[in-house]
């Protein structure tokens, strides 16, 4: 079966320090992926999907960025982080078909 | 471009008392159509989807679905509530060409003793 796997579960960054996050699926090929943000009470808001290695759409202009280095993975990256760059992220893929994006964990991002 | 309304940003519900969560999309064709649990803290889980066919759809932990096209609406049910069911319920549609969901708002719920 598949699975998707997010890290780190939290993290704590200064203003201005750079950001990595990762995302990984297991048990299936080509996937799409997605990064999404969610603000405290707020919805999703689409970040970033790829639909396939290297391939990366950007929804929002923002200080973040998107790779995909490897055909299940997916990073989200950020040279300076903001305050406004707090929130909840979430990773998520879908098959090529017209199939249901399933989650991750999530990782929840605190900017001080 | 497609959009969901749902109206309700808060909805508090005794234990054991039915349950229905609105959701109101725009969408020119047939859409694709999903409802969404996340506990806080969590990721989202996927509770239903309504592709084509019969228009009411079951989901896992007892939830169901009815998709009225008159209406633009795919509204959650479930018929008894349990205090588990606490949590953030996303309906969402898929754009044309299925490469992007549209999430709702989100509805909280809270079940009341």
């Known amino acids: 079966s598949q699975t998707i796997h997010q890290w780190p579960a939290t993290l704590v960054q200064p203003v201005g320090s750079p950001l990595s996050l990762e995302c990984t699926v297991e048990?299936?090929?080509?996937?799409?992926l997605y990064w999404y943000r969610q603000a405290a009470g707020r919805g999703l808001q689409l970040l970033f999907y790829?639909?396939?290695?290297?391939?990366i759409s950007s929804e929002v202009p923002q200080n973040l960025s998107a790779s995909r280095p490897q055909d299940r993975q997916f990073i989200l990256s950020s040279k300076k982080l903001l305050l406004s760059d707090s929130g909840f992220y979430l990773c998520?893929?879908?098959?090529?078909?017209?199939?249901?994006?399933?989650f991750g964990d999530g990782t929840r991002l605190s900017i001080l | 471009a497609q959009s969901v309304t749902q109206p309700d940003i808060h909805i508090t519900v005794s234990e054991g008392a039915s349950l229905e969560l609105r959701c109101n999309y725009s969408?020119?064709?047939?859409?694709?159509l999903f409802w969404y649990v996340q506990s806080p803290g969590q990721g989202l889980q996927l509770l239903l989807k309504?592709?084509?066919?019969?228009?009411l759809v079951q989901g896992i932990k007892g939830f169901e679905a009815e998709f009225k096209r008159s209406q633009s609406s795919f509204n959650l049910r479930k018929p008894s509530v349990h205090w588990s069911d606490a949590a953030e319920y996303f309906c969402?549609?898929?754009?044309?060409?299925?490469?992007?969901?549209?999430f709702g708002t989100g509805t909280r719920l809270l079940v009341s003793p």
């Open positions: 998520a893929w879908k098959g090529q078909t017209n199939q249901p994006q399933h």
């Open positions: 048990g299936t090929s080509n996937p799409n």
């Open positions: 790829s639909v396939g290695i290297g391939q």
């Open positions: 969408y020119g064709a047939t859409p694709y």
């Open positions: 309504y592709f084509s066919g019969d228009t």
């Open positions: 969402a549609v898929a754009n044309t060409g299925f490469q992007k969901l549209v």
